[in-house]
């Protein structure tokens, strides 16, 4: 399929090749064309997930054969037999578990397989360098992703003091040669304006392809990325169908804890590809901006930015959001691209009162600070017995009180997108439990303890894993950092 660029619909570009190329020429994101019918996918329900994620793919990458291969040997590294199990919490009240990969968070899900749909993509030209900006969850999972892949190397850029403990030591802990990991003096947004800097400096590309590269990036802008999110909503839906948890046909809301706007977005395309789906309930942490985006029309910058136990939600700038207005405003380039200078030159830009509309109808947007991100994995616990990670709570909070609000009874998902010993220090407190002067591994094994679960071995191994990366930059030192690693 072409796809098109957000700010310009001339600018177009088959998929598999918008995906080498990461983000439009004039700066806007890729799109496609126009939204594939879920109806071509036939009967949803009874498939296995790499078989249903494979044919959501083809409606988009027609062109790369072997999709089948690919996500079934993305997906046989998950530890659970359903890749993305749908956990029934209480009467009318589900989890999407998407933390089931290689680096215990829901990023595993498109970068498993955006590799193989690069890899596909790739002329006999350059070689590929892989840039991306991490919150934490991003990073681990693109390095693991596209470890060892043939003609391509990954760079990794992370905010100093941004992440968690094990985010960190996941990813410094890193294996594989075409594998760098760089700490960047900064914060996230820092971190991702430096990326992006580099993807728009035109000398920097010129040095670069004589080293024989092209850039590429594996953030959640790159369409590669969201075509894979796309099919875990409509998987969820089967299993809902498969458990006769709902009717074929009846509406379904998801609640999503949300970031750079990249998995919200995923379901947004779901709907609009026919999957049956009331409401999108947007959850913020304290970094609140969408929700006063969704709420008053206005998205703007001047406000403080604070760091909180969900990390990978600390975010102001929320790329993906583009991609939302470019519908909004009936896909006008001109628009968007206006918006988006109002953004950078202005700090913030206003949507009109009938796009406002439009997103009252579609969409619910909250936000939860940390007591209640706190209180919402404690009550959820003793309630349901089911432990949530810090991003998740922020989620089933704001979805808790949509419901009591709204009266909205309509089955809903919650959309969980990591594994609680990811964060282990912050869930154990939140379960009221000491943690003072445990080491993030012995917090994990005490989670264990409390909860009755599992603590994944994915978390255990690293306490005996080197450090193989510790360069730390500048803002100013990422160019360079990234030019010495080709
Ligand atoms: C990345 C991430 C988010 C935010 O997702 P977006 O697609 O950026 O909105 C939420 N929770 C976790 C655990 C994440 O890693």
């Avoid at 000398?203 to 024989?212: I, L, S, T, W």
Wanted: with cysteine.
């Amino acid at each position: 399929m072409v796809l098109i660029s957000t700010r310009n619909s001339d600018e177009r570009l088959e998929a598999a090749l918008a995906v080498l190329r990461g983000i439009a020429p004039d700066g806007g994101l890729y799109v496609p064309r126009d939204f594939p019918s879920i109806a071509r996918l036939g009967k949803i329900s009874g498939s296995s997930y790499s078989t249903l994620c494979a044919k959501v793919l083809g409606l988009f990458f027609s062109d790369i054969s072997g999709l089948d291969r690919l996500t079934e040997r993305a997906y046989s590294r998950f530890d659970d037999a359903e890749v993305a199990p749908v956990k029934k919490i209480s009467e009318g009240e589900f989890v999407l578990e998407l933390w089931h990969g290689t680096t215990l968070a829901f990023k595993d899900m498109a970068l498993s397989v955006l590799p193989g749909i690069m890899t596909a993509a790739m002329d006999g030209g350059n070689d590929i360098l892989i840039l991306v900006a991490t919150s934490g969850d991003t990073g681990k999972a693109a390095l693991e992703g596209f470890r060892g892949a043939d003609r391509i190397k990954i760079m990794v850029f992370y905010p100093d003091r941004g992440v968690s403990d094990m985010q960190r030591l996941q990813m410094v802990t890193q294996e594989g040669a075409n594998t760098y990991v760089v700490a960047v003096k900064g914060n996230f947004d820092d971190t991702q304006n430096g990326v992006k800097a580099i993807f728009a400096d035109k000398e920097f590309a010129k040095a670069a392809e004589r080293k024989g590269y092209i850039l590429s990036s594996a953030n959640s802008i790159n369409f590669g990325r969201l075509a894979p999110q796309i099919a875990y909503y409509i998987r969820a839906y089967a299993q809902l169908l498969d458990n006769d948890e709902i009717k074929e046909g009846e509406e379904i809301n998801f609640a999503v804890p949300t970031g750079n706007f990249g998995n919200i977005l995923a379901a947004y395309y779901a709907r609009r590809m026919g999957l049956p789906v009331k409401r999108l309930i947007c959850a913020s942490n304290r970094n609140n901006i969408l929700t006063d985006f969704f709420n008053k029309g206005k998205y703007s910058l001047k406000r403080e930015f604070y760091k909180t136990m969900s990390p990978s939600m600390d975010i102001l700038i929320s790329s993906n959001l583009e991609r939302l207005l470019f519908e909004l405003t009936e896909r006008d380039g001109g628009a968007v691209k206006e918006m988006m200078r109002r953004l950078k030159e202005e700090g913030a830009y206003e949507i009109t009162g009938s796009m406002k509309k439009t997103l009252e109808s579609g969409f619910y947007a909250g936000w939860c600070g940390e007591e209640g991100t706190m209180a919402s994995i404690k009550d959820t616990f003793e309630r349901y017995g089911y432990l949530l990670d810090t991003h998740t709570a922020v989620a089933a909070d704001v979805y808790e009180r949509y419901k009591r609000r709204t009266g909205d009874n309509t089955k809903t998902v919650i959309v969980s997108t990591a594994s609680p010993y990811k964060f282990p220090g912050d869930v154990l407190s939140s379960l009221g439990e000491e943690t003072a002067g445990l080491s993030a591994f012995e917090m994990a094994e005490r989670l264990a303890e409390v909860s009755g679960t599992p603590a994944p071995r994915q978390i255990m191994e690293l306490k005996d894993k080197p450090v193989r990366h510790n360069k730390i930059v500048d803002i100013n030192g990422m160019k360079d950092a990234a030019l010495e690693a080709m």
